[in-house]
Structure formats: C-alpha cells, structure tokens
C-alpha cells in the first residue's frame, strides 16, 4: 500500500509564508508527477502545483510567483513553499502522487488526508 502524509498547514497572517510537505511511503517502486491541490467548502478540488520527476513545474494562475513546488526524489517528498499569503488561499490543500506500486500494474493516483491553510487578513 503507498501512503501520503501531509504536514506544514497552519494558521497565519496575510503576507506570511508557510512551507507544507508531503511524503509518500510503501509499496513503491516509482513516482512520476507529484502536486498539490486545494478545495474549499462546496468547490472542486483544484490544482495548485504540479511537478514532474525532472523537475518541470506547473501552477495555477492565482499562485504564479508566490508558491514554489518541490520534490526530493529519494526521499520521496514533495514540498510547497507558500510566500504572500492571501486570506484567499485558505483552504485545505492535498497531496497528490502518481505512483507505480512494487507490483508494477499500473500507475495510481493517491491523495494524502489533508492539511488545513488558514490565513486571516
């Protein structure tokens, strides 16, 4: 089984930065892209970041120049460097992995549980 762990979600100010991290761990034998993403109460979950395993880079419109994604391979963790807090990121935000378990079916796509971003103005 392949697990992600959220971590980094907090409660802060406008102007702020936060860095949130996630780590996939398990039955994996490789990762392909990671990302993040987030939803609020009665909307869609929407990318915010994604990135490939060479490093290729992709962001939602609202984050350009505020957010930088990142990845260790060997550790297997992708991380989220959040600057210039905006009240309107506040949100859940998720982890997400397309990972080729150790049986090498086939890709899936797993999701961490969740870790709460909060910014007051």
């Known amino acids: 089984q392949v697990q992600l762990v959220e971590s980094g979600g907090d409660l802060v100010q406008a102007g702020e930065s936060l860095r949130l991290s996630c780590v996939a761990s398990g039955s994996i034998f490789s990762i392909n892209a990671m990302g993040w993403y987030r939803q609020a109460p009665g909307k869609q979950r929407d990318l915010v970041a994604s990135i490939t395993t060479g490093g290729i880079t992709n962001y939602a419109d609202s984050v350009k120049g505020r957010f930088t994604i990142s990845r260790d391979n060997a550790k297997n963790t992708v991380y989220l460097q959040m600057n210039s807090l905006k009240p309107e990121d506040t949100d859940v935000y998720y982890c997400?992995?397309?990972?080729?378990?150790?049986?090498?079916?086939?890709?899936?796509?797993?999701w961490g549980q969740g870790t709460q971003v909060t910014v007051s103005s």
């Open positions: 997400s992995a397309r990972v080729l378990p150790t049986i090498r079916s086939r890709e899936f796509t797993y």
